[in-house]
């Protein structure tokens, strides 16, 4: 069984910088296609980024592209986003999840465990 833990969210000035880190419990990671979601105050969730089991590709949101980058170390079952240039708009509660599949996907329904989410505010 997947179990998800994100950590690195906090509050952060705009401009600046956060990882953040999801570690992943189950036996399965390295088979898994990993994503990043976030779901800001009275708005949808929506996709942020993902990446393939191997960490060869990766897909973008357009509102990050250039900003954000999400990698992946097999080795210690755990995924990243590094997100630089953090805008008023990046806050939200940012949620990682590991696809059913080792190929990328960004679709939400393609995603079948989710942790719990971690917040990230940027104050302008």
């Known amino acids: 069984q997947v179990q998800l833990v994100e950590s690195g969210g906090g509050l952060v000035q705009a401009g600046g910088s956060l990882r953040l880190s999801c570690a992943d419990s189950g036996r399965t990671f390295s088979s898994n296609a990993m994503g990043w979601f976030r779901q800001a105050p009275g708005k949808e969730r929506e996709f942020v980024a993902a990446i393939n089991w191997s960490g060869g590709i990766t897909r973008y949101a357009d509102s990050v592209k250039g900003r954000f980058t999400i990698s992946r170390d097999n080795a210690k079952n755990t995924v990243y986003l590094q997100m630089n240039s953090l805008a008023p708009e990046d806050t939200a509660v940012y949620s990682c999840?590991?696809?059913?599949?080792?190929?990328?996907?960004?679709?939400?329904?393609?995603?079948?465990?989710w942790g719990q989410g971690t917040q990230v505010t940027v104050s302008s």
């Open positions: 999840a590991a696809a059913r599949s080792s190929r990328l996907v960004v679709a939400m329904a393609a995603f079948g465990s």
